[in-house]
């Protein structure tokens, strides 16, 4: 079983930045994905980035590439999300997720998640 635990969330005004940190409580699979996750009320969970642990090969969502970098510490076992050029859009509450066994952007295919964290833009 892994836990997983987000940080970073807060509120920041439209054009700010957030870094969004997940600590993960055992050493996470080599050849298995993490990624980011969000869902504003009313909405079904979204895909924002994956990475593939062991290799670092990353892929996002159109709504944020450019904007936002995934990246991971594997000695720390922490998977990070750098915020830039935030919108009021980007508003959501960010989940982290791991032990997806393929490159994938489904929510379904991540065995392990967090308890997500608020991130609110204001305009």
């Known amino acids: 079983q892994v836990q997983l635990v987000e940080s970073g969330g807060g509120l920041v005004q439209a054009g700010g930045s957030l870094r969004l940190s997940c600590a993960a409580s055992?050493?996470?699979?080599?050849?298995?994905?993490m990624g980011w996750f969000r869902q504003s009320p009313g909405k079904e969970r979204e895909f924002v980035a994956r990475?593939?642990?062991?290799?670092?090969?990353?892929y996002y969502a159109d709504s944020v590439k450019g904007r936002f970098t995934i990246s991971s510490d594997v000695a720390k076992n922490t998977l990070y999300l750098q915020m830039n050029s935030l919108k009021p859009e980007d508003t959501a509450v960010y989940y982290c997720?791991?032990?997806?066994?393929?490159?994938?952007?489904?929510?379904?295919?991540?065995?392990?998640w967090g308890q997500g964290t608020q991130v609110t833009v204001s305009s």
């Open positions: 997720a791991a032990g997806a066994p393929m490159s994938t952007t489904r929510a379904s295919d991540y065995r392990y």
């Open positions: 055992t050493r996470t699979a080599g050849n298995s994905y």
């Open positions: 990475i593939w642990w062991s290799i670092g090969y990353t």
